[in-house]
């Protein structure tokens, strides 16, 4: 060994020079690389932006029912695709859960899968729209205090997978005053709860009474809670639908879509950027992007935007990425 040409000191030299130089092992900076770039995206997106994008998993809602994309697997698509914030959507594990043997079992597997592939992706957990659980403006005190009931779990689903909030719906009464009345006593209870796990409850305009923004803000105020707020979103402001249906038939009175955002960012704490169609010139046909930008901007939000793609025409990815491309290039508008 002595007499090598080059004695043992001397290799040990030359590795940790090589080291040094970055010229260590390939496979773990090409994982290193892989994880970051995805941020970097993001990073040189909000570099020239006032808002972070984010993926709402409802975009990919028709891949979903078709079977062509498991919707555990939804961290590693948003990934793919260049996002680094989810927003999750509970109907798509509630089937699984509430079919299981042990459905608090089985809530917890979902859950720790969820987990931990957000973490393998590099993707932040951002919220949970709860679906499913009960209507929480009913009149009927008995079935309103169970969908708040029903709602706790996600609240400490969130929770446990590091979201700030849990967007909910307000559906129940139909007469104003009753539907007030009903929606602040459920929000009180239901945010009062989160508040102990840190968590937000927010309310988006989902239809019915909660799309009137004026309505809502009054039970917001009155709920008058610090993890209480709103999560405006482009599209979904109609009040009344032919047959009073609550989705699909014509919708016959709509609260003014700008309006309404503008009203609901005094509380709001996540935007939902709705989008169904798109022009040659890769503008929304029925949304004034630049409009709705200017909106929360001058309301001094800094956060995240969900994409919430709901077109038919094209494919989910192709929809997903045409309305990421508009919010990049409006916002930078700005």
């Known amino acids: 060994m002595a007499s090598t040409k080059y004695g043992i000191s001397s290799l040990l030299f030359l590795f940790i020079i090589i080291t040094s130089l970055g010229f260590g092992s390939c496979k773990n900076d090409t994982k290193k690389n892989d994880q970051s770039t995805a941020e970097k995206t993001q990073q040189a ?3 020239s932006l006032f808002f972070d994008i984010s993926l709402a998993q409802w975009s990919l809602n028709r891949p979903i029912f078709a079977g062509e994309l498991d919707p555990m697997d939804f961290a590693k698509k948003a990934h793919e695709m260049g996002f680094t914030g989810i927003e999750y959507v509970t109907g798509f594990y509630a089937e699984r859960i509430k079919n299981a043997n042990d459905p608090e079992a089985e809530m917890q597997v979902v859950l720790d899968s969820l987990k931990a592939k957000s973490e393998r992706y590099n993707v932040k957990n951002l919220l949970l729209m709860v679906d499913g659980e009960g209507d929480m403006a009913v009149n009927d005190a008995t079935s ?35 539907w007030k009345k009903a929606a602040t006593d459920a929000l009180t209870k239901l945010s009062k709860y989160a508040a102990g796990k840190n968590v937000n409850v927010l309310v988006e305009n989902h239809g019915q009474l909660s799309s009137n923004a004026d309505l809502l803000l ?26 009073g249906e609550r989705w699909e038939a014509k919708c016959i009175e709509e609260y003014p879509k700008y309006e309404g955002v503008q009203k609901m960012m005094a509380h709001a704490k996540a935007v939902s950027a709705k989008s169904y169609s ?14 709705m930008l200017e909106i929360i901007k001058d309301a001094g939000y800094t956060g ?31």
């Not at 009054?218 to 047959?243: Q, S, W, Y």
């Not at 798109?278 to 409009?291: A, L, P, T």
């Open 45 to 47: 997106t909000k570099d």
């Open 278 to 291: 798109f022009d040659d010139q890769g503008e929304e046909e029925v949304i004034d992007y630049r409009k």
């Open 218 to 243: 009054e039970v917001i105020e009155a709920v008058n809670m610090e993890n209480c707020g709103t999560l405006p979103d482009f599209g979904n402001f109609c009040i009344k639908r032919e047959g």
């Open 304 to 334: 995240y935007i969900g994409i919430e793609f709901e077109g038919t025409e094209i494919p989910a990815e192709e929809g997903i990425m045409a309305t990421k491309d508009l919010l990049i290039q409006a916002g930078r508008q700005l």
């Open 144 to 178: 309103r205090d169970q969908a708040v009931e029903n709602h706790k779990k996600w609240v400490d689903a969130a929770q446990f997978l590091g979201c700030h909030s849990i967007r909910v719906n307000l559906f129940g009464a139909t007469q104003e005053e009753e």
